[in-house]
C-alpha cells in the first residue's frame, strides 16, 4: 500500500521560502512509470498543480506556468522523498499543499493521480 | 487552452442520476481523471481515463468524453456522494503539464 506522509512548516513569512517534504513509502521516486506531483489548494485558487518530478532515465521536472521561476521540486533518492521549495511567498501562496503520485495507466495512454499525502496547511504570514 | 471549465453546483435528489461535466480543448486529445473531495480531507481518485474505476469506489461512479467534453456520471447517487468534484487532465500546450477544473459541489436532496 502506497502511503505519502508530508512534513513542513505551517507558517512562512511573506518573501521567504516554502519548504515542504512528502516522504514515500511502498513505492520508489525512481518509479519509471510514476510522477511526484504537488498541488495546492486555496478558496480563491480551487485545485492548482505546481509542478512534478519524475525519472525516466534521469530526473526531470516540469512546472506550472503560475509558479515558474520560484518553485522547485527535488527528488531525494537516498531517503526515498521529494521536496518542494517555494520561493518569495506572499500571502497569495496562503493554500492547503498536498503531494500526489501519478501513475501511468497500464495500457500506457495517460497518467492520474492515484495516491495523495494528507495536506498540510502554509499560512504565508508576518 | 489550458482551461478545463465545470459547473460551479449540481443538485440531486437521492436515488437519482446526476452527470458531472468537464470542458476544454485539451479534452480533445487526452483523458481526464476525477478526484471526490469532502471538507477537510484530501481528495481520492473515483474515475481515470476511458472508464476505470480504482479498487474501492462503487460501480455507480462511471466516467465517459465525447469531443471537447469528458463526464462522470453517478447512478443511484446516496447521500456520501455529497462532495466536490474536480476534473484533471493534461495541459493542450503540447507541454506535459497538468491541470484542474474549478470544481463542482454535489449536493444529494
Known amino acids: 500500500q502506497v502511503q505519502l506522509q508530508q512534513s513542513g512548516p505551517g507558517l512562512v513569512k511573506p518573501s521567504q521560502t516554502l519548504s515542504l517534504t512528502c516522504a514515500i513509502s511502498?513505492?520508489?521516486?525512481?518509479?519509471?512509470?510514476?510522477?511526484w506531483n504537488w498541488i495546492r489548494q486555496s478558496p480563491s485558487r480551487g485545485l492548482e498543480w505546481l509542478g512534478r518530478?519524475?525519472?525516466?532515465?534521469?530526473?526531470?521536472?516540469d512546472y506550472a506556468v503560475s509558479v515558474r521561476g520560484r518553485i522547485t521540486i527535488n527528488p531525494d533518492t537516498s531517503k526515498n522523498q521529494f521536496s518542494l521549495h517555494l520561493n518569495s511567498v506572499t500571502p497569495e501562496d496562503t493554500a492547503v499543499y498536498y503531494c500526489?503520485?501519478?501513475?501511468?495507466?497500464?495500457?500506457?495512454?495517460?497518467?492520474?493521480?492515484?495516491?495523495w499525502g494528507e495536506g498540510t496547511t502554509v499560512t504565508v504570514s508576518s | 487552452s489550458s482551461e478545463l471549465t465545470q459547473d460551479p453546483a449540481v443538485s440531486v435528489a437521492l436515488g437519482q442520476t446526476v452527470r458531472i461535466t468537464c470542458q476544454g480543448d485539451?479534452?480533445?486529445?487526452?483523458?481526464a481523471s476525477w478526484y471526490q473531495q469532502k471538507p477537510g480531507q484530501a481528495p481520492i481518485l473515483v474515475i481515470h481515463g476511458k472508464n476505470n474505476r480504482p479498487s474501492g469506489i462503487p460501480d455507480r461512479f462511471s466516467g465517459s468524453s465525447s469531443g471537447n467534453t469528458a463526464s462522470l456520471t453517478i447512478s443511484g447517487v446516496q447521500a456520501e456522494d455529497e462532495a466536490d468534484y474536480y476534473c484533471n487532465s493534461r495541459d493542450n500546450s503540447g507541454h506535459p503539464l497538468r491541470v484542474f477544473g474549478g470544481g463542482t459541489k454535489l449536493t444529494v436532496l
Open positions: 511502498g513505492d520508489t521516486i525512481s518509479n519509471f512509470n510514476a510522477g
Open positions: 518530478t519524475y525519472y525516466r532515465s534521469r530526473s526531470y521536472d
Open positions: 485539451s479534452l480533445r486529445r487526452y483523458y
Open positions: 500526489a503520485r501519478d501513475l501511468l495507466d497500464s495500457s500506457g495512454s495517460h497518467y492520474y493521480m492515484d495516491v
